[in-house]
Structure formats: structure tokens, C-alpha cells
């Protein structure tokens, strides 16, 4: 990936050629506006030195992007519910990372704000309105690549953009290819790219169709440390710029802490809510701030709450 293509925005984006949809109007505005980019919950002031409360003053007039109301999934005639009892608000332009252990019930909580499934009890918001159904505002990014077998690298880019009558779907799709480091490969089948290339291929494609929202169900899991670390600087970067909303699915606490403005903890049995953690670093931050003393400190209170929720399950 060479750092001029790791850091260029998609010739389309930066154009402005990705028009939106006309219902994505008020949902597209809202990235391109910092006011309804200010995440909603307060940061805790003062912890590093420099660190803005972003909006502050600003945070309860955002509206939130994504909302959930007292959500419970029951599957099938399990007496335990998945989850249970979740309300979480997630601000227009927040970046949320969701943590866990396994089957709190990360992956069903993605579901639910893609609109995959509905929950069993509660209700979910998009942008306030009642949210039924996959839409064309989530980009979602899966646990395991999900590309179409049978077509190119880069015809599985330029899908979403197709399907929405987008102008110029390849140029879309080859330039966020060359975004992810991509470009020589465009032509090559899913089946010929390593695992950690087909993931690099599915963000593209979440991206394509340049969604307000951005669903992730750890996306770099699969990837080896170099290429992660590169990753989650891109993510960066096209979030300083673009703003979506993300949702971010991490078993990685420190992936966690690098990538978003608040940590959300999950307990299991059944999945709920924990705690919300403001992350009051500054950004545009820099992969070296795992190493400053707060991160350490916050990373360490993190890694305690998880804990103590897994000797429960062992007990
Ligand atoms: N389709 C399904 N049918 C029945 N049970 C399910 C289904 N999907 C998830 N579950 C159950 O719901 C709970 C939460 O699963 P989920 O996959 O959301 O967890 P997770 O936090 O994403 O786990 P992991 O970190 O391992 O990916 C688990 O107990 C799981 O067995
Ligand atoms: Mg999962």
C-alpha cells in the first residue's frame, strides 16, 4: 500500500460525484455537518492534557443517528434471552466500538442496527424514525469477508454503487481499491486474495456506496498485526474525513480505545449493557497513543470490568 493511496480519499467522495440517494439526504448532510457530527455523550474532561470535550455544549442537541430502546432478542425457544434490556444512543458521526466476550451478543446488536433482524422486544431508531428493515444507509462489514464468489474484485465494489444507480460505479469501486491498497488486484477472483485481502475488499465495498452509517463485526480479526495496524489507520482517516457513524465490533481492547469515542462493555447471560466509556483522547490521534500513560490506565479499567464478567460465566 503506498502512503499516497493509503491516504487518498476516493477521487469520487472528494468530487463530490457520490451524490446521495434522495432519502439519504438528511443522513448524508449530517456527515458533511460537524455540528450533527458531535458525538452525544460527555467526555471526561481533563485526563490528557489537551483533550477537547468535544461539543460538549453541542451534545444534547445532536439528534442521535442510531437508537436503541429496551431491546431483547430472544432466539428461537431459548428460556435466556440473547439479549436483553439494551438502550444505547449513538450519535450522528460517533465512532462506538463494541466489546465483549464471546456470545454477549455483539454480533446480534449488529444485526439489529442493520436492520437483519428484528428485535423481540424493544424498538430501534434510525435517525428517529422506526428503523425495519436493511437499508441502504448501513454499509455492514462481517465478521468473515462476505464477497460474491463469482464476480471480480472489483465488480463486487462497484455492486452497492450499481444497484443504487450511482454514476460511475467502477471508478468508485477502483478508487477505493487503491484506497485500501487494492488497485492490482481488481481484476483477480475473491477465491485468489489472501483472507486479510478479501477483508481489505469487503470495507471497500461497505464504502462504496459512502453509507452514514457503518456497521463492523471485527473487521481486522482475521488480520495479521502489520496489516491491522495499517487498517485501523485507514479507518482513521476516512473517519476524520467522511464522519460516518460507526459501529465497530472488537474483541481488542486496544483496538477499542484507539478507534472510538466511547467503549461500550458488554456482560453476558443474558447480553446487556455494562458500561459506556467516553474515550477522551484527541484526534486526530496517532497509533502511539497507546502508549501514554491514560491509555495505559484506561486500557487496564477496561480489561477489569471484562474480567470480572467472565469469572461470572465460569462460576
Ligand atoms: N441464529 C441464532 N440462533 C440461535 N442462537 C443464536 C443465533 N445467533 C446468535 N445466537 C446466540 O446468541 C448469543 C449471542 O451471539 P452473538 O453471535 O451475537 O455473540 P458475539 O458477542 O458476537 O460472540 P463472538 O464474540 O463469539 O462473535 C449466543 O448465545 C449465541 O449462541
Ligand atoms: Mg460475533
Redesign the pocket.
Known sequence: MSSASRSALPAAVEKGDLMPLRSENHAAAAIVDPQLALPVTMRRPGVVPGAAPRGQENAEKTKPRLRLDHVTVH??K?ERP?ISDVSLSIAAGEFVALL?P????????LNIFAGFRAPSAGRVYLDETPHRGPSAQCGVVF?KHSLFPWMSVIENVAFGPRRLGLRDPLGIARDLLDMVGLADVAHAWPSSLSGGMQQRVGIARALATRPPVLLMD?PFGALDAQTRSLMQEELLAIWERLRPTVVF?T?DIEEAILLADKVVVMETLP?HIAREISVPFPRPRALDVVSHPDFVELRREIADVIRTEARKVFR
Do not use: D, I, P
Request: some cysteine; glycine content about 28%.
Open positions: 432466539f428461537g431459548r440473547a465483549g464471546s456470545g454477549c451478543g455483539k454480533s446480534t446488536l465478521q471485527e465490533v474483541h447480553g
